[in-house]
Each structure stands twice: as C-alpha cells, then as structure tokens.
Nanobody, 122 residues
Framework: VQLQASGGGLVQAGGSLRLSCAGSGNIVKINHMAWYRQAPGEQRELVADIAPNGNPNYRDFLKGRFTISRDNVKNMVYLQMTNLKPEDTAVYYC?????????????????WGQGTLVTVSS
C-alpha cells in the first residue's frame, strides 16, 4: 500500500489550497483516514479525520477553515484549506488508520503518505 500526497505549495495568508492523497495497492476497504501536520521543530499533530461514511472530525484550532472529504471508490482523501495563516505552515501527511482490509486480509500496519509542504507567507 502506498499513499501519495500532493497539493502543497506556497500561498499568501488568507489564501486556499487543496491537498489530495491517493491510496494505491491491493486495497479492499479503508476505515478512517486522516490528515496530520508537522511544523518545524514541533511534534506531528492531528488536523482532521474522516470515517468511512464521510463523518468528519476536526481539531478545535481549525475553527471551520478546513474541510476533509474522501472518495471511497478511488481510495482518496482530500483536505480543503481556506483562510490560511502563517501558523498553518507545516508538512501535511495523510494517514490510513488501521486496520485496513487488503486482498490478503486485514492489516494492522499504520500507513503514511510522504508528506506535502504547505508554506503560508504573511
């Protein structure tokens, strides 16, 4: 299983970006998917996660600026980010919360994408 994140870049404060993460491999079913971020010198933190039925959960600090969504057919998860702030600058990682059902059975492995850098200038 591979997770490929994309969509990061440089944006001015107040701008928007849409991150995408595509899962590939012999995937049968993915349960929760999530986005994390890690700012320089900081620990990785959860941004949002989404259940298989599309129900999202967000960290309070986002205050409605981000929207997580998913496409279960394509094994993709998205993060629409609006009104970006300099403190949102970080590497953003997608995550598939174990377990994940593969062609050979259930896997408890914790899969992560390679990260995509978001830089917000003031």
């Amino acid at each position: 299983v591979q997770l490929q994140a994309s969509g990061g870049g440089l944006v001015q404060a107040g701008g928007s970006l849409r991150l995408s993460c595509a899962g590939s491999g012999n995937i049968v079913k993915i349960n929760h998917m999530a986005w994390y971020r890690q700012a320089p010198g900081e620990q990785r933190e959860l941004v949002a996660d989404i259940a298989p039925n599309g129900n999202p959960n967000y960290r309070d600090f986002l205050k409605g600026r981000f929207t997580i969504s998913r496409d279960n057919v394509k094994n993709m998860v998205y993060l629409q980010m609006t009104n970006l702030k300099p403190e949102d600058t970080a590497v953003y990682y997608c995550n598939v919360v174990p377990p994940i059902k593969l062609g050979k059975g259930w896997s408890q492995y914790d899969y992560w994408g390679q990260g995509t850098l978001v830089t917000v200038s003031s």
